[in-house]
């Protein structure tokens, strides 16, 4: 029997662009990320997936990429907190997150805004509710919550 790869050449389309490497079968896809990219815009808070910090859209879907290996994701769409505004201009959703002062440390705020994305691009007016439930698998320690459900409820067009 043939040992195990101990590294594959993965494909993946990230933040709008073809990128192929080869990483670790080990390798989680957000070390992939910030360590082989260099996209630090995605953070690393728990290792164990409940805080969110490292949340990235996988195929248009909000994933923990501190639970995924980076081979898990050959083939599929990647977007990070980076990918968000390609032009260098904030989106809406990112002037509301500084209007409604919904960050303090800023720590939790790429998870946060990478899952309100998601829940805007499914619902563009989603109830108080839909936000709670769309960020409850994203922890802040700083805000108390308020002003991030403000700001995304503002950008939905909700308030």
């Known amino acids: 029997m043939a040992a195990p790869a101990t590294s594959r050449v993965i494909a993946v389309e990230l933040n709008g662009e073809q990128v192929e490497l080869e990483v670790p079968a080990r390798r989680l896809l957000v070390h992939f990320l910030r360590d082989d990219l260099g996209l630090t815009g995605t953070h690393i808070g728990c290792d164990t997936g409940n805080c969110g910090a490292c ?10 990429s ?8 050959d083939g599929a769409r990647v977007t990070t907190v980076e990918g968000l505004a390609p032009d260098g201009e904030l989106t809406p959703l990112q002037t509301s997150f500084n209007e409604h002062h919904a960050l303090q440390c800023g720590y939790c705020t790429p998870g946060m805004l990478m899952s309100a994305s998601a829940l805007l ?11 709670r439930l769309a960020l409850q698998g994203n922890i802040c320690r700083c805000t108390g919550y308020v002003n991030i459900v403000e700001a995304v409820l503002a950008t939905g067009g909700s308030r």
Do not use: F, I, Y
Request: overall charge negative; charged content about 30%.
């Open 55 to 64: 949340t990235v859209h996988l195929n248009g879907e909000p994933v923990k």
């Open 66 to 73: 501190c639970m995924l290996l980076a081979v898990q994701a």
């Open 121 to 131: 691009e499914r619902n563009p007016r989603p109830s108080e509710e839909d936000v």
